[in-house]
C-alpha cells in the first residue's frame, strides 16, 4: 500500500494481488476474489486501475510472435529501443504493425523518422504509424513468445463499463508502465484520465512478473470531480 498526492488530494494505492493470468480466466470474478480481501466500502472515493493487458490475456486475444518478413526485419533494425523496452525492434512486432496499419503508412513513418532523427525530433514514426505501433506489447519479458494487441477505445471503454457493473465501483483500463501511459477506457465515476495518470505515475501496478495487474485507489470524498 502506498500514497499520491495530487491537487492537495491523498490518494491511498492497495495493488492486487492475482494467480498469474492466462486466456482461462475469469477477469471478473479474479478481481472480485482480490477486492474481497482488501475492500472495505466505505465513504471514500472508490476506484479500481485495472491494467490493459490483463484484459488482453484473459479475453485470448494473443497472437503467436512466430512471423516477420524481411521488411519487417530491415525496419526493426532501425529502432531504438528505449531504456528497457525493445519496441518495434522486435521484426514480430513490426511485422504485426505492417499488417495491421498498411505498408505505406509504415514507410511513411520510417521515412519521416529517417529525415527528422538527425535534427532530435524524437517520436516521429510513432505518431505517423499511429495507435497499434505506439501500444502494442508482448514479445518480451513474461510474454517472449507472445504478442498483446492493443484494445481499441471502444473495447476498453465497453469493458470498464462491463466490470464497474459486476465489482460495483467505477472502473478504469489503463495501459501505464515506467515512462509513461494512457487511460484507454473510464466507468461513470472515474476521475479525470489525467488524475489517474497522475495517481498511477510510478508505476504502482509494475510490468514484470508481479502478478498485480490492478489497483485499488481510495481518496477521501470531498468534491466530486468533473
Known sequence: ????????????????????????????????????????????????????????????????????????RVLANAVRPVGDSEGLSVPAKMQYVLDETGYLRVLWAAAASALTRPLGVPGVFYRI???????LDGARGAYPETLLPPLSEGEAQLLAHHLAVRLGLPVAVVDVNDR?????????????AATLLAVLADNPLGHRRQSTPAVLLRSPAHGAEQ
Not at 494512457?182 to 472515474?190: E, K
Open 129 to 135: 504509424a499511429g495507435t497499434v505501433a505506439r501500444d
Open 180 to 192: 509513461g501511459g494512457s487511460v484507454r477506457g473510464r466507468s461513470p465515476g472515474c476521475p479525470p
Open 1 to 72: 500500500m502506498s500514497d499520491a498526492r495530487i491537487d492537495g488530494r491523498r490518494w491511498e494505492r492497495t495493488v492486487l494481488r492475482t494467480p498469474w493470468l492466462t486466456e482461462h480466466h475469469d477477469l471478473g470474478a479474479v478481481l472480485a476474489a482480490a477486492l474481497a480481501d482488501v475492500d472495505t466500502p466505505g465513504q471514500e472515493h472508490r476506484v479500481l486501475a485495472v491494467a490493459e493487458k490483463a484484459a488482453i490475456v484473459t479475453s485470448g486475444r494473443t497472437i503467436p510472435a512466430d512471423r516477420a518478413r524481411w521488411l519487417a
